[in-house]
Nanobody, 114 residues
Framework: QVQLVESGGGLVQPGGSLRLSCAASGSIFSINAMGWYRQAPGKQRELVAA???????DYVDSVKGRFTISRDNAKNTVYLQMNSLKPEDTAVYYC????????WGQGTQVTVSS
């Protein structure tokens, strides 16, 4: 069993920054990918950013140039540095890990508002 524990969400003003963390623990054999989805009220869940085993990264167009995903392999932890936040970034952010199965975190709320 794999557990994902997220942290770092909160309330921030437009233009501000937040850093999300997601630490994986448990029986992890190999990690194919880790990353973040988000879901805003009334909208479908969307992939925000992902990092695969070779270190390649991918981002949804709306966050390119503002968000940066990174991973500490020794700690099985993935980070999402979010800069220049906008109100439309407001959502619950879910960490995921793809290994033998897909695993999900519990979600962390990010609210961008003045």
């Amino acid at each position: 069993q794999v557990q994902l524990v997220e942290s770092g969400g909160g309330l921030v003003q437009p233009g501000g920054s937040l850093r999300l963390s997601c630490a994986a623990s448990g029986s992890i054999f190999s990690i194919n990918a880790m990353g973040w989805y988000r879901q805003a009220p009334g909208k479908q869940r969307e992939l925000v950013a992902a990092i695969v085993g070779g270190g390649q990264t991918d981002y949804v167009d709306s966050v390119k140039g503002r968000f940066t995903i990174s991973r500490d392999n020794a700690k099985n932890t993935v980070y999402l540095q979010m800069n220049s936040l906008k109100p439309e970034d407001t959502a619950v952010y879910y960490c995921f890990l793809t290994s033998d199965l897909d695993y999900w975190g519990q979600g962390t709320q990010v609210t961008v508002s003045s």
